[in-house]
């Protein structure tokens, strides 16, 4: 069973740098493909981008270069690097996984994260 639980977010400044992690306690992480999204207070869920099961990444255009994803199946780990941080990253930012790259892209997740809270100060 994947049960997803993210953690590392608080309450940064801008233009600083966070690793959030997401740690699947069922140890089945490596079997599906991964994807963070965030959503920030009022607005809809945005996707982010996510990881096939071989490490594969993309991106939706809005963060190129600024966000990395990327795992660590031993680990049971997925990981969102974050640079340069905005007030307007501020969010909620969720991982998911689904059972391919492309069901992750058509937004049939199959399993939600319960979410870490970011707040980036300006």
């Known amino acids: 069973q994947v049960q997803l639980v993210e953690s590392g977010g608080g309450l940064v400044q801008a233009g600083d740098s966070l690793s959030l992690s997401c740690v699947d306690s069922?140890?089945?992480?490596?079997?599906?493909?991964m994807a963070w999204s965030r959503q920030a207070p009022g607005k809809d869920r945005e996707f982010i981008g996510g990881?096939?099961?071989?490490?594969?990444?993309f991106y939706t255009n809005s963060v190129k270069g600024r966000f990395t994803i990327s795992r660590d199946n031993a680990k049971n780990t997925v990981y969102l690097q974050v640079n340069n941080l905005k007030p307007s990253d501020t969010a909620a930012y969720y991982c998911a996984a689904a059972r391919t790259s492309s069901l992750l892209k058509a937004g049939q997740i199959e399993y939600w994260g319960q979410g870490t809270q970011v707040t980036v100060s300006s």
């Open positions: 069922g140890s089945t992480l490596s079997r599906f493909a």
């Open positions: 990881i096939s099961y071989n490490n594969i990444s």
